[in-house]
């Protein structure tokens, strides 16, 4: 009904229906059609119509008197939207995985903020799943299968999984070249990593073990520091193996038994409209990660 409003007041500034149909960019018919509409909902008539000129009915006269700054108004707040939403300013609330967010895409959040001054970030860190909606999100970044179909998603990234063991330990327990051998082994687990999917890159043999952990922590970077000080064998992600695997406090377990990636989600409300300040970020990300030299290579087309 607000937009049959608005036009009945477009037919009296332009005079005619005609000349309303052509201000809005509608067909005369259309026009009249609504009118009518507006005119039945209403219980009375509003214009006297010629085939050239509209005259309002008193009772039209009065209704446009007191629609007239109702329609202005609508007009002016849908114009402050319209300039709100196109702005990249204002608060986004994130949220995301404590190490992915604090330490890979840590330089992203900074150059966002240093490119966009107008933008302040919120962000809630944890590695639990968190309700987006509930929590008044705008952007959540997950990782791994996303099964929840009230959500919007765009990939941005995958992540190489790798098995990872300090030389200390290996050294006392030997290496494992095979999925048997690796299971007789002291295993760091982290969460959701309950499998580990294996396959053997000679044979194509795919296994999956199902370790008793001595550790199985939802932090990895602390499964890291323990698989340092030599407490088992890890699988985690490469991108939180790396500093440690370059400086050789770790090193690499059964190379090209680990054919599983983990995907990086972003993911909004399906229902929500993105304002700029969230799509900005949302490429900001994008990005980011197509360059990140652990991430770009894994990404599909």
């Known amino acids: 009904m607000l937009d049959d ?14 000349a309303a149909a052509e201000k809005e960019g509608l067909p005369t018919a259309t ?21 050239r000129r509209t005259q309002p009915t008193a009772e039209g006269a009065q209704y446009y008197e007191q629609c007239r700054p109702l329609v202005q108004a ?7 939207l319209d300039a709100t939403l196109g702005a990249v300013e204002g608060t986004i609330r994130v949220l995301a995985p404590v190490n992915f967010a604090s330490e890979i895409l840590a330089p992203a959040w900074a150059s966002f903020l240093e490119q966009y001054p107008l933008v302040q970030l919120e962000m809630e860190l944890s590695n639990e799943v968190q309700d987006l909606v509930g929590a008044g999100a705008d952007l959540a970044i997950r990782i791994g299968a996303q099964a929840d179909s009230t959500l919007t998603q765009r990939k941005l990234a995958e992540v190489r999984l790798v098995l990872a063991a300090a030389p200390a330990y290996l050294a006392r327990h030997g290496t494992p070249r095979n999925a048997a051998e690796l299971a007789k082994h002291a295993a760091i ?6 499998e580990w999917r294996l396959r053997d890159p000679v044979s194509g043999t ?20 323990m698989a340092e000080a030599g407490l088992g064998i890890v699988l985690a992600p490469e991108l939180q193996c790396d500093a440690s695997l370059q400086s050789g406090a770790l090193q690499r377990v059964m190379p090209g038994w680990t054919p599983q990636c983990r995907t990086v989600y972003a993911v909004w409300p399906q229902q929500r409209y993105l304002p700029a300040r969230v799509r900005a ?11 990140h030299p652990l991430l770009s290579s894994n990404i599909s087309p």
């Open 206 to 225: 795919e296994s999956v073990l199902r370790p008793e952990p001595r550790v199985r922590v939802n932090e990895v970077r602390l499964a890291v520091l």
């Open 5 to 18: 409003l608005a036009l009945f007041v477009a037919i009296v500034e332009a005079g005619s229906l005609n």
């Open 189 to 194: 687990a982290t969460l959701p990593l309950r």
């Open 74 to 80: 609508l007009r002016q707040a849908t114009m402050r």
């Open 31 to 51: 026009v009249t059609r609504r009118l009518q509409r507006l005119e039945a909902s209403l219980g009375y008539r509003l214009l006297h119509r010629s085939a």
């Open 281 to 291: 970020l949302l490429e900001h990300l994008a990005a980011f990660t197509a360059r």
